[in-house]
């Protein structure tokens, strides 16, 4: 079912791909463990207005069916969330971005609240959590074959490209930094799970690493910090393009199954 794809790690992490993995038996043994899942997004202004809706509609009908979620999204002040029907295993919660200077950087500030908010409330709520980019739409079952301690998705272009090609950041002063001949995949920054408390360690280390880099001059992005996060810890899970797939692309007869679609034209 999955023509020349990688399906495990050097580090014996899956990588999932549809027919990689036994729903039945993973629905079973979550069943009785009775979880509680937390799905976090970010989005303002026009970005919200464009994508937020779309996005919470597809994430209510393919995201975890049959369990307990939380959705945790942040907005600003002017938004209205949209009407969505309820049912006793979904629950709605928003939080107003901040007003502080880190509203010039829209991941940053997403990434800095969802810090905040999982060490005051969200780790008490959920078993996993992921945070994910508003623009998206879910297409497919998203299900529990998804759930693990630290949990990345491969990105949908560069996944296919190689190794060396891959946009790390190189500068050795960066705190993003991965030599020439080290990396293993190109993560994307649209999405990222796992356990609160894993999370939460991104999370400090992400902001650690941004704020060296802007104290140092430097620019680099977010999705760089990302892949210096998971280069230094591996992840348990891998996610595979079929989990994010950009629509800006043909897919190629290894993507035959989209479960999540996004749009690189536009950015949040």
């Not at 938004?79 to 940053?108: C, H, M, N, Y």
Request: glycine share 6%.
């Amino acid at each position: 079912k999955c023509p020349d794809v990688i399906t495990k790690t050097d580090w014996l992490a899956p990588i999932l791909w549809e027919g990689t993995f036994d729903r039945r038996v993973l629905e079973k043994h979550y069943r009785r463990r009775n979880i509680t899942v937390g799905l976090a997004v970010f989005a303002t202004g026009r970005f919200a207005e464009e994508y937020l809706r779309p996005f919470l509609h597809s994430a209510n009908k393919h995201f975890l069916t049959g369990y307990r979620m939380i959705f945790y999204i942040t907005v600003d002040a002017f938004f209205q969330l949209p009407d969505i029907q309820p049912s006793p295993l979904r629950t709605f919660k928003a939080f107003k971005v901040g007003t502080e200077r880190w509203w010039l950087d829209g991941p940053l500030v997403h990434v800095k609240s969802l810090g905040e908010h999982i060490a005051s409330r969200i780790r008490d709520e959920v078993d996993f959590l992921f945070s994910m980019a508003a623009n998206q739409v879910f297409q497919n079952k998203f299900g529990v074959e998804t759930l693990g301690p630290l949990v990345a998705q491969l990105h949908a272009w560069w996944y296919f490209r190689n190794t060396e090609n891959f946009p790390y950041e190189r500068r050795p002063i960066s705190a993003a930094c991965i030599p020439f001949g080290q990396g293993d995949f190109y993560y994307g920054s649209l999405m990222v799970g796992g356990t609160p408390h894993n999370i939460l360690d991104f999370i400090k280390e992400y902001l650690n690493g941004v704020i060296h880099d802007i104290k140092n001059g430097l620019n680099s992005t977010s999705e760089k910090h990302l892949n210096k996060y998971f280069y230094l810890n591996k992840p348990t899970k891998l996610l595979s393009p079929e989990y994010s797939w950009d629509l800006a692309f043909s897919p190629p007869p290894q993507i035959q199954y989209v479960k999540v679609a996004h749009d690189s034209q536009r950015k949040l």
